[in-house]
């Protein structure tokens, strides 16, 4: 749009889009109010009272039917709910933190002592990485890490390890499909109960709406035909979900396609990229850090145990389930 500061769209730009309600024809008031900070005299905005919502049909705005939008949303609600924030009585415990990204491998390398993440500390031109435990005096690792000598070793060597893995085996590939095969097998049992229930559900549904046309306004029926029809929908997502997921025959990329898009990913890398962060996190599921010293004598120095998930360098749309640890 003409007030956007930035040039490409991002995640929650899109999401400010698509959660808007006059995509389905409603539009709200007071959703937001302003809200006085007394030790700064600043305002800001939080969420209002429910009670203070205020909503009007408007079906000619619509662009997506309601029952559409509302079962879509309610999939992606259910699906992201596991990464918001969490909430402490029921306010929420960071909701002053700040959302600045962190470069690369900041927030991504953890401490093999107390589990914590490294963060970036220091200066501009001598900044470090250490244990955010040790920042906060909760763990005794306090060994530090020089920042751009760390980001070079951890890349080189990455890109070195991807050079030298040989091709896969054609055992792999039988070993993935007799998988396959059995996760197909399973999900076409699921598929089966699902359909039985859903016709079950159909049923109970002509059912309550054949008891509401005899006996008349009764809320309890409604309630319960109104549980029914949320109970239909949700088996309907279910079916949906199943029949999307399933694929017929599975293919291993070569490593020569998987080199290349290492090579792309680490000859233009740099630590402040944050799609090349999200691929490189994809791509390292786990990367810890333990102080280390030889037996006889000898300095305090980092170790890095990384492991390493090629299925994020692959292009042929599987995911690291269906290609198992063939690709770990």
């Known amino acids: 749009g003409p007030y956007s500061r930035k ?8 999401a400010r889009v698509v959660r808007n309600p006059i995509l389905k024809g409603v539009r709200q008031r007071n959703r937001k109010i302003s809200k006085r900070v007394n030790k700064s005299g600043d305002r800001h905005s939080v969420d209002a009272p429910p009670e203070e919502l205020l909503q009007r049909e408007c079906p000619h705005l619509a662009f997506i039917e309601p029952e559409r939008y509302d079962r879509v949303m309610r999939k992606v609600n259910a699906r992201t709910k596991k990464f918001g924030r969490k909430k402490r009585n029921p306010a929420d415990a960071s909701q002053q933190a700040g ?14 002592t107390c589990k914590r993440k490294y963060i970036w500390n220091g200066v501009v031109g001598r900044r470090i ?14 060994l530090t890490l020089e920042g751009q000598d760390t980001v070079r070793r951890l890349t080189q060597a ?11 085996d054609s055992e792999f590939l ?3 499909r007799q998988r396959l095969a059995e996760e197909t097998k399973r999900s076409q049992s699921r598929q089966k109960d699902l359909e039985r229930q859903h016709d079950d559900v159909q049923r109970q549904i002509e059912r309550v709406t054949e008891a509401i046309a005899d006996i008349g306004n ?3 029926l409604k309630d319960k035909l109104k549980s029914l029809e949320n109970q239909l929908e949700e088996t309907e997502v279910a079916l949906s979900e199943l029949r999307e997921g399933q694929r017929d025959q599975i293919e291993l990329p070569s490593m020569d396609d998987i080199r290349k898009a290492a090579e792309e990913l680490f000859t233009t890398f740099v630590p402040e990229d944050q799609e090349a962060a999200r691929l490189l996190r994809r791509l390292i599921p786990k990367m810890v850090v333990m102080p280390v010293r030889l037996c006889d004598n000898g300095a305090v120095v980092a170790r890095v145990r990384l492991t390493l998930n090629l299925a994020a360098l ?4 599987h995911t690291a389930a269906e290609l198992g640890e063939a690709m770990t």
Not at 105 to 110: E, K, Q, T
């Open 7 to 14: 040039k490409e769209w991002t995640g929650p730009m899109l």
């Open 99 to 112: 959302s600045k990204p962190s470069n690369w491998p900041g927030n991504h390398l953890r401490c093999d």
């Open 129 to 142: 990485l250490m244990c955010n435990g040790a920042y906060h005096y909760r763990c005794w690792n306090s």
């Open 158 to 168: 990455i890109w070195q390890k991807i050079r030298e893995l040989p091709d896969f």
């Open 174 to 176: 039988a070993t993935l």
């Open 218 to 220: 009764s809320p309890s």
């Open 314 to 317: 692959s292009s042929s749309g």
